[in-house]
């Protein structure tokens, strides 16, 4: 079955970390590939998206994503955490000929910083 | 309106009860979507609506559950005779429908507890 695996359940770190989430995706096909956040008491948004081109993705809030095809990963990095960065990180993976909304979520990482 | 909205933001049910969810997208979005969020879990996708049609319903779990989008704007989710292993977030999502910038904006979810 097709799935989105997120490697991480909770992962604590300090202020000026870095940040690296891992994500592997099963599909075999041409995939698009997606991060979302929600921050505690708000709704799911969109961090940053691959759909084609260039596998370093950037996003909002200095937060970027490198597609591996190799590896079937999508893994989000960010090279310094702030305390604002406290949320949970879902990766998701959209098959390319499914209908539009049909996301694939993994379980979600819980990223807490601490100040 | 500004965002996707969803009422009612809390439900508690009886087991058996009938309960109706409501997702007010945003304007002019063509694209809906329902997913539902079970504690620790990520999202996973119940059903999409284009404008009035409902082109993916596979992620429905029963029979029990239902969706509509009569006119094309808002849309309900119901569930019939709730158990209490549907306990959980329902998500609503919209999008404007076309690939190219393709972005799913999420309402802040309805969270049901079936007693």
């Known amino acids: 079955a097709q799935s989105v695996s997120q490697h991480n359940h909770h992962v604590i770190l300090s202020e000026a970390a870095s940040l690296e989430l891992g994500c592997n995706y099963s599909?075999?096909?041409?995939?698009?590939l997606f991060w979302y956040v929600q921050y505690p008491g708000q709704h799911l948004q969109l961090l940053l998206k691959y759909f084609s081109g260039d596998p370093l993705v950037k996003g909002i809030k200095g937060f970027e994503a490198e597609f591996i095809k190799s590896k079937f990963s999508f893994n989000l990095r960010k090279p310094s955490v702030q305390w604002s960065d406290t949320a949970e990180y879902f990766c998701?993976?959209?098959?390319?000929?499914?209908?539009?909304?049909?996301?694939?979520f993994g379980k979600g990482t819980k990223l807490s910083v601490k100040p | 309106g500004a965002g996707v909205s969803q009422s009612p933001r809390y439900k508690v049910a009886k087991r058996g009860q009938d309960v109706a969810l409501r997702c007010d997208p945003i304007?002019?979005?063509?694209?809906l979507f329902w997913y539902q969020q079970a504690l620790g879990q990520g999202p996973e996708f119940l059903t999409y609506?284009?404008?009035?049609?409902?082109?993916?319903k596979s992620g429905l779990p029963s029979d029990r559950f239902f969706a509509e989008r009569p006119e094309g704007s808002v849309s309900t989710l119901k569930i019939q005779r709730t158990q209490q292993e549907d306990s959980a977030v329902y998500l609503c999502?919209?999008?404007?429908?076309?690939?190219?910038?393709?972005?799913?904006?999420f309402g802040e979810g309805s969270r049901l507890t079936v007693l």
């Open positions: 999502a919209s999008s404007r429908g076309d690939r190219v910038s393709w972005e799913l904006f």
């Open positions: 998701a993976a959209m098959n390319y000929g499914g209908s539009q909304g049909n996301l694939i």
């Open positions: 304007s002019g979005h063509v694209s």
């Open positions: 609506f284009q404008n009035e049609a409902q082109l993916d």
């Open positions: 599909y075999g096909g041409t995939v698009n």
